[in-house]
């Protein structure tokens, strides 16, 4: 019984991975497309993402299953638990790559308002946050998932360059940027979303390794590393 119980939560790990694997390329994707301005490519992202969705039921209802049936405790319960919220967090990244997507189509047609500088780069920020959280839930590596909120604020700090110079340096000068501008302000909005996104796994990795509640709470992280 013990050892089928084992089986279950790495199935359950697994398919968390999966998961995650997938929104990462979903993000690359979609910031790809933006910069190829390539419709089709953005087209995949939407359609691939009731792959994610399908994967998103799966594990809840096997999560739900696991608490009902096992009735675990202290840190099997911790990881069925985190691994439900990891889940939430997870699909809503794969929402967000849809998102940026999507804004794609609005793009696609136009010349591009400017060179795309700081949103490639926020974009890498966002993919390596969401693959450190994830690395930092399946090694149980409490330290990765430190770091991984201290990277928050450079994320902020792009996605604030990019609408400072998107408004001041476009928009209020010339109010016909606005049709292209205004997609790539909220791509840099879905973007430095999946950074938060990332970073509430990591605070969920810090609860599930320590039973310690961070969240709300980061600053005291980021103090402690100054």
Same mark, same amino acid.
């Given at each position: 019984?013990?050892?089928?119980? =084992?089986?279950?939560?790495?199935?359950?790990?697994?398919? %968390?991975?999966?998961? &995650?694997? %997938?929104?990462?390329?979903?993000?690359? @994707?979609?910031?790809?497309?933006?910069?190829?301005?390539? *419709?089709? %490519?953005?087209?995949?992202?939407?359609?691939?993402?009731? @792959? +994610?969705?399908?994967?998103? $039921?799966?594990?809840?209802?096997? &999560? +739900?299953?696991?608490? /009902?049936?096992?009735?675990?405790?202290?840190? =099997? $319960?911790?990881?069925?638990?985190?691994?439900? @919220?990891?889940?939430?967090?997870?699909?809503?990244?794969?929402?967000?790559?849809? #998102?940026?997507?999507?804004?794609?189509?609005?793009?696609? =047609? *136009?010349?591009?308002?400017?060179?795309?500088?700081?949103?490639?780069?926020? /974009?890498?920020?966002?993919?390596?946050?969401? *693959?450190?959280?994830?690395?930092?839930?399946?090694?149980?590596?409490?330290?990765?998932?430190? @770091?991984? !909120?201290?990277?928050?604020?450079?994320? =902020? #700090?792009?996605? #604030?360059?990019?609408?400072?110079?998107?408004?001041?340096?476009?928009?209020?000068?010339?109010?016909?940027?606005?049709?292209?501008?205004?997609?790539? $302000? %909220? +791509?840099?909005?879905?973007?430095?979303?999946?950074?938060?996104?990332?970073?509430?796994?990591?605070?969920?990795?810090?609860?599930?390794?320590?039973?310690? !509640?961070?969240?709300?709470?980061?600053? *005291? +992280?980021?103090?402690?590393?100054?």
């Amino acid at each position: 019984m013990e050892r089928h119980f =084992d089986e279950e939560l790495k199935r359950l790990n697994t398919d %968390l991975l999966k998961m &995650a694997a %997938l929104a990462e390329v979903a993000i690359y @994707k979609s910031v790809e497309s933006l910069k190829n301005r390539d *419709k089709e %490519l953005a087209e995949t992202v939407v359609e691939e993402d009731s @792959k +994610i969705d399908e994967l998103e $039921l799966v594990i809840e209802e096997r &999560a +739900i299953d696991l608490l /009902a049936l096992r009735q675990p405790m202290a840190r =099997d $319960l911790r990881f069925i638990t985190t691994g439900m @919220k990891i889940n939430a967090e997870v699909e809503r990244i794969a929402d967000l790559a849809v #998102n940026i997507a999507q804004r794609v189509f609005e793009l696609a =047609d *136009k010349p591009l308002l400017k060179p795309l500088i700081d949103i490639p780069k926020l /974009a890498g920020v966002a993919r390596k946050m969401v *693959k450190g959280a994830i690395d930092a839930f399946v090694n149980r590596d409490e330290d990765l998932a430190k @770091k991984i !909120i201290l990277s928050d604020p450079e994320a =902020d #700090n792009l996605r #604030n360059l990019v609408q400072q110079e998107l408004i001041n340096d476009y928009m209020l000068k010339d109010s016909t940027t606005a049709p292209r501008a205004v997609p790539l $302000l %909220l +791509i840099a909005r879905h973007l430095e979303r999946i950074c938060d996104h990332a970073t509430n796994i990591a605070e969920d990795v810090i609860y599930m390794v320590k039973a310690k !509640i961070v969240r709300h709470r980061t600053e *005291k +992280i980021r103090d402690n590393h100054r």
